[in-house]
Each structure stands twice: as structure tokens, then as C-alpha cells.
């Protein structure tokens, strides 16, 4: 199948590109030192790859995630990087088949409903600047002697600086995450264990203190990450149907249902963004650009934001020269 024939709004994966970003990373952090997102894809499939490319353990943000990689058989190392006290997620967690399961905590309460639930292995998960999740610096040795006490092994800690991820400014950038790991590097000494994870996409070139780096959007990549002019090309996008033109504008089928919107509109080459609402995008001519394109044309739209986008959809389709070579289930969608 083309993927011109592919019925639309379509997923579509360039696959020399993401090749290359697989290629590009695992050079950067081969092996162990990558621990892949699959909160980015949620795509068995895809963390397949990854894993073929070296890196078997992950990171997930949902226990869905965990479950689910471990039942595709890929559950040598996950990490729930993300706390969460609801008990019978934490116990499917603890007895998802063949797996090696580590929960992120950060508080008496999530240390507590871990070992209730039977898990075995944890990471203090320590707030260095995104007030998000995390305890203080200051906290970590004590809830690392809690979880000891109540029998779980204690693997090390994990500091996740994702407000540092769009700093344009590398100098100031590698400033800053170096401060956030001097933060994790004291909560490590009172931690102890051999894992220090932490980093994404847009700080993967700043750790060599970190024994891994979690990225996940390097894979595909979104126009926002784009900006950084990392070496990872942009390799997912959406291909939709023009369904009505006028004069003015042109609109086609690729509306917020099929994009995560929270960074922004998508783009579209040749062509400027006007809006989008939840089944269409509205699209105008560039002073210098092209015509519009007819109704029953096909477009390209680039999402802004990977991570969301993909888990509006169910299918994936793997992209060579214009043919379908593969499509992939989502399959991690939900929690
Ligand atoms: C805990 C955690 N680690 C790592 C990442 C890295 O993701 P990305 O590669 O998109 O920067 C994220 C993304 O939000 C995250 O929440």
C-alpha cells in the first residue's frame, strides 16, 4: 500500500528517519545508558526496535505501560517512573510475567502502597527543579531507609529536569542540568545503589554523571523539539484528506482528535496553520507559496507534540520511499 492510499487522518513513520535517530542515540548512549521512554510511542512495536538497538531496559510513565511491555516480552528492566498508589496497579505491576519491575517513590505513602503490592525494587525519586514529582534532596537517605525497612531493594535514584528540556541556550542549558544533577548526586550519597537515571531528549548530550538517560522523543521527534536543532529528524506525521477549499483557505481531516495540541499548532510545508478544531485543520497560502491544494488531495501535517498525538491513535504505519512496509499497534494506550 502507498501511504498516499491510506485512509486518513494516517500516522505515518519515515522510517529512514527514525533509523537514523535510533542510530544517532544509540551511538550517543549505547547499551544500558539509554533507557528508552515508551511513554513517548506507546508502541511495542516501536520499543522493539530500540531494544534490537541495544537498550532492554525502558522507562514508562503509566503501569498500563509496564504491564504491557512486559507481556510483549520485553520486560528484562522497566521502570515506572511516575508514582501512582492504586493498589491493584501496583500488584499487576508486581506480578506482570517475566519481568523485572522498578516503581519510582517518593513519599511514605508511595513506598508504602509499593511494598503492600508486593514490589521489589524502587528509585527514590528526588525533585530537582520541576515541581512535579520527587521528594527534597534532604528526604531521599530517609526514604530510602524506609523502603530498605519495609524489604524492597533500593536500586538508586532517578531526578527527572524536564523544565530545563527547551533552555535554547546550550551553555545556559548545561549550567542549569548541571545543577539539577548536583541536587541528584547528593540524594544518590544518601541513597546509595547503583542507578542514577534521569534526562530526556532535549538534555541527552549533557550527562555523563547519570548512569542512563530516559529519553523517549528522539525517536520521532515533534516541531517543538525541532527548534533545538538536535541531530534527530523529524519522523512522524500525519497525512490527511483536503475535505472542503474556498478562495482563502483550504481544510483538511487532521483536527485536535489526531494531534496533541498542548504545544501548539501543527505545521505544514509550504503553507501556514491558521486554526484547528476537532476534526479539521484550516490552512492558508504562504505570500510565496504554493496554491492551495483541491479538494480530495492528499497533505502532510507535522505534530508539535509527539508524545500525546500518538496516543490519539491506534495504528502506526512504518513509511519506506512512500510504501507501507509495517503498521503498529499502540498498544500502551491507557493506564
Ligand atoms: C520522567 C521522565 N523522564 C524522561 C522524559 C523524557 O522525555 P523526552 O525524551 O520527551 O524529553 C520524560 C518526559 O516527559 C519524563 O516525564
Request: aromatic letters at 6%; a negative charge.
Given at each position: 500500500v502507498h501511504e498516499l492510499d491510506l485512509p486518513t487522518p494516517a500516522l505515518v513513520i519515515d522510517a529512514a528517519r527514525f533509523e537514523a535517530n535510533l542510530a544517532t542515540m544509540a551511538d550517543a548512549h549505547p547499551g544500558p545508558r539509554l533507557r528508552p521512554?515508551?511513554?513517548?510511542?506507546?508502541c511495542t512495536a516501536l520499543a522493539r526496535e530500540q531494544a534490537h538497538r541495544g537498550h532492554r531496559g525502558f522507562t514508562c510513565a503509566t503501569p498500563l505501560e509496564v504491564v504491557g511491555m512486559a507481556r510483549a516480552g520485553l520486560g528484562v528492566d522497566l521502570l515506572l517512573a511516575n508514582e501512582t498508589v492504586d493498589p491493584d496497579r501496583l500488584r499487576a505491576m508486581a506480578e506482570a510475567p517475566d519481568a523485572i519491575v522498578t516503581v519510582a517513590v517518593d513519599s511514605d505513602a508511595t513506598v508504602e502502597a509499593a511494598a503492600a503490592a508486593g514490589i521489589r525494587h524502587v528509585l527514590i525519586d528526588v525533585?530537582?527543579?520541576?515541581?512535579?514529582?520527587g521528594c527534597r534532596v534532604d528526604d531521599a537517605g530517609r526514604l530510602a531507609d524506609l523502603a530498605r525497612a519495609k524489604g524492597?531493594?533500593?536500586r538508586g535514584v532517578m531526578g527527572y529536569e524536564?523544565?530545563?528540556?527547551?533552555?535554547?541556550?546550550r551553555v545556559e542549558q548545561r549550567a542549569k542540568v548541571a545543577a539539577c544533577v548536583d541536587k541528584l548526586m547528593v540524594a544518590h550519597a544518601a541513597v546509595g545503589g547503583p542507578v542514577i537515571s534521569g534526562g530526556g531528549t532535549g538534555t541527552?548530550?549533557?550527562?555523563?554523571?547519570?548512569?542512563?538517560v530516559q529519553a523517549g522523543s528522539y525517536a520521532l521527534m515533534d516541531t517543538h523539539y525541532a527548534k533545538l536543532g538536535?541531530?534527530?529528524?523529524?519522523a512522524l506525521s500525519i497525512l490527511g484528506t483536503v475535505i472542503s477549499s474556498s478562495a482563502d483557505w483550504a481544510v483538511a481531516d487532521v483536527g485536535l482528535k489526531s494531534l496533541g495540541m498542548d504545544h501548539g499548532n501543527p505545521s505544514m510545508e509550504g503553507y501556514a496553520v491558521r486554526f484547528c478544531s476537532d476534526e479539521h485543520v484550516t490552512f492558508t497560502r504562504l505570500d510565496d507559496g504554493a496554491a492551495l491544494p483541491k479538494v480530495g488531495d492528499r497533505v502532510r501535517v507535522w505534530p508539535a507534540h509527539v508524545d500525546p498525538t500518538m496516543a490519539l491513535h491506534e495504528r502506526a504505519h512504518l513509511v519506506r520511499d512512500g510504501d507501507v512496509i509495517e503498521t503498529w499497534a499502540i498498544d500502551l494506550r491507557g493506564w
Open positions: 521512554h515508551v511513554k513517548a510511542h506507546k525533585d530537582i527543579g520541576l515541581p512535579r514529582c524492597m531493594d533500593v524536564g523544565h530545563l528540556m527547551m533552555v535554547l541556550d541527552y548530550d549533557l550527562h555523563d554523571r547519570l548512569t542512563e538536535l541531530p534527530f529528524g523529524q
